[in-house]
Antibody, heavy 131, light 107 residues
Framework: EVQLVESGGGLVKPGGSLKLSCAAS????????MSWVRQAPGKGLEWVGR??????????DYAAPVKGRFTISRDDSKNTLYLQMNSLKTEDTAVYYC??????????????????????WGKGTTVTVSS | DIQMTQSPSSVSASVGDRVTITCRAS??????LAWYQQKPGKAPKLLIY???SLQSGVPSRFSGSGSGTDFTLTISSLQPEDFATYYC?????????FGGGTKVEIK
């Protein structure tokens, strides 16, 4: 069974740091692109960032609100994804989900395109930033 | 970044009703759109990708359509388990972005 289990959430003061983990099982983690998505209390979904597989360069991409403060990394030997969060702000309070990034492709008017969506999600871990 | 706008923000409907939710992208995204369902306290669940492709295991009463900037999610006959919040997500390019959500409530 494909499974993602997040951990590491908790209460942290503004300006503090926290590192989240996401343990993967049931699929070949090393081949997967992975994302973090968050949801503030009573709000909608917000994509946080993505890391590609090692074979695709293990490059990262981030949403503007977290760029320069958050870092996504992975340890394929442990089938684990990480989210290092520094300089935390009260507005970072949210449930943080990890998810696999599915990649599709198709032809449109003689051009070949790729598209990306999240097909497997963990249950989430809660981060509260408060003094 | 591509902005996604969903409407309505909420809809009240009865079991058996046909429900349609719309999503508009700030620029053309071909067919590269996904839809998710989220129930309170639970993780989102993928329903549809590439605008109209049904994810495995999702009931056929869910369907998606559209291309370019305008998309729709239709539930042909609302069931009790369908009361939830639905989100669209542009799948065209990073950063991935979501619509604000549509809450389907019991009438």
């Amino acid at each position: 069974e494909v499974q993602l289990v997040e951990s590491g959430g908790g209460l942290v003061k503004p300006g503090g740091s926290l590192k989240l983990s996401c343990a993967a099982s049931g699929f070949t983690f090393s081949n997967a692109w992975m994302s973090w998505v968050r949801q503030a209390p009573g709000k909608g979904l917000e994509w946080v960032g993505r890391i590609k597989s090692e074979t695709d360069g293990e490059t990262t991409d981030y949403a503007a609100p977290v760029k320069g403060r958050f870092t996504i990394s992975r340890d394929d030997s442990k089938n684990t994804l990480y989210l290092q969060m520094n300089s935390l702000k009260t507005e970072d309070t949210a449930v943080y989900y990890c998810a696999t990034v599915a990649r599709g492709s198709g032809w449109i008017s003689l051009h070949y395109y790729y598209y990306y969506y999240m097909d497997v999600w963990g249950k989430g871990t809660t981060v509260t930033v408060s003094s | 970044d591509i902005q996604m706008t969903q409407s309505p923000s909420s809809v009240s409907a009865s079991v058996g009703d046909r429900v349609t939710i719309t999503c508009r992208a700030s620029q053309g995204i071909s067919r590269w759109l996904a839809w998710y369902q989220q129930k309170p306290g639970k993780a989102p669940k993928l329903l549809i990708y590439a605008a109209s492709s049904l994810q495995s295991g999702v009931p056929s009463r869910f369907s998606g359509s559209g291309s370019g900037t305008d998309f729709t999610l239709t539930i042909s006959s609302l069931q009790p388990e369908d009361f939830a919040t639905y989100y669209c997500q542009q799948a065209d390019s990073f950063p991935l972005t979501f619509g604000g959500g549509t809450k389907v409530e019991i009438k």
